[in-house]
């Protein structure tokens, strides 16, 4: 029997060391933190997820601005805006919500952000501290630096002689994940859909994160026993004996057959999920920290 991690309570205890370090940095330097965010369209997902990170934002005592762009707007409206909110000295982030509607590109757009309000960490000057392991001056992706934490949580600070493997490679989670595991000395590998015998691959895990969208796709058996499973998958599935035509989310791992082998295990909801508004919370007051000349509170 696995104990389920609580990414309810981590997070928690993310924004409460936010709140008072936003407090701390208005009182000794009268900086108030503001964070600007920004979508384009009108995708549902999106928007419930910009709600909350809005709301969240406030809730931290930032300054918090959300601008909802029409789906038409054009790639020059949007770097337009971005430069507006670069040229803002209250904003201290930005992020622009993804994915945007199909006839934007997004990676322009993405690194016309400074990369000192890029609180996504997509800026290649942000994914290149990480990626040459800097971790202290730059901003680093939420979900993968939330998912670290629960892994320190379980597993101490030092992961020397454990063996991650990350499934996904992709440069918002899986990339960064592998970097963050590596810069506390995991063995680690990046597993992705071409990978052969996956399953062989993550039983050697003793620390293994699944972030490949495909719902309970991780058996119980492909799990070492005891590992610590870090589950980052939102699938939202058909769910049938709730009633006729009813949904619930599930992760990239089947909680069923897993939850009995490992030594930890992250539920979906309410595990990796709260973490990463934590951590854009975290980023944007150590952004704030930084502009100000002060050095930042660690998380
Ligand atoms: N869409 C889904 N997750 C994210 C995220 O972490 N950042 C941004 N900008 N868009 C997202």
């Given at each position: 029997m696995a104990s389920v991690i609580n990414g309810t309570e981590a997070a928690a205890a993310v924004i409460e060391k936010v709140k008072s370090s936003a407090q701390a940095l208005e009182a000794e330097a009268g900086v108030v933190t503001g964070l600007a965010v920004v979508i384009v369209g009108t995708d549902p997902a999106s928007q419930a997820y910009v709600g909350s990170k809005s709301k969240m934002a406030k809730d931290c005592g930032f300054k918090s601005v959300q601008h909802s762009l029409p789906e038409e707007t054009t790639q020059q409206e949007l770097l337009a805006l971005v430069a507006q909110l670069?040229?803002?000295?209250?904003?201290?982030?930005?992020?622009?919500?993804?994915?945007?509607?199909?006839?934007?590109?997004?990676?322009?757009?993405?690194?016309?952000?400074?990369?000192?309000?890029?609180?996504?960490?997509?800026?290649?000057?942000?994914?290149?501290?990480?990626?040459?392991?800097?971790?202290?001056?730059?901003?680093?992706?939420?979900?993968?630096?939330?998912?670290?934490?629960?892994?320190?949580?379980?597993?101490?600070?030092?992961?020397?002689?454990?063996?991650?493997?990350?499934?996904?490679?992709?440069?918002?989670?899986?990339?960064?994940?592998?970097?963050?595991?590596?810069?506390?000395?995991?063995?680690?590998?990046?597993?992705?859909?071409?990978?052969?015998?996956?399953a062989k691959v993550c039983a050697g895990a003793d620390i293994l994160v699944a972030a490949v969208g495909r719902p309970e796709m991780v058996k119980g058996d492909w799990v070492k026993p005891g590992a610590t499973v870090i589950d980052v998958g939102i699938n939202r599935v058909a769910a049938p004996e709730k009633g006729e035509g009813k949904h619930k989310l599930v992760g990239d791992c089947d909680f069923a057959s897993c939850e009995p082998v490992a030594g930890a295990i992250t539920p979906v909801p309410k595990g990796v999920g709260p973490m990463t508004i934590a951590m854009l919370m975290a980023n944007t007051v150590i952004a704030a920290y930084r502009k100000a000349g002060k050095t930042a509170p660690k998380f």
């Open positions: 670069n040229a803002d000295t209250s904003i201290h982030g930005i992020l622009v919500q993804l994915p945007l509607p199909k006839h934007l590109d997004s990676e322009p757009v993405i690194q016309s952000i400074l990369p000192e309000k890029d609180v996504d960490g997509l800026h290649v000057v942000n994914a290149g501290k990480l990626a040459t392991g800097d971790i202290d001056t730059g901003l680093i992706s939420c979900t993968p630096a939330g998912a670290l934490i629960l892994v320190r949580n379980v597993r101490g600070e030092d992961l020397s002689g454990l063996s991650a493997v990350v499934i996904g490679r992709s440069n918002l989670f899986g990339k960064p994940m592998g970097q963050l595991l590596l810069s506390r000395n995991a063995t680690v590998t990046m597993a992705h859909s071409r990978t052969k015998d996956l």
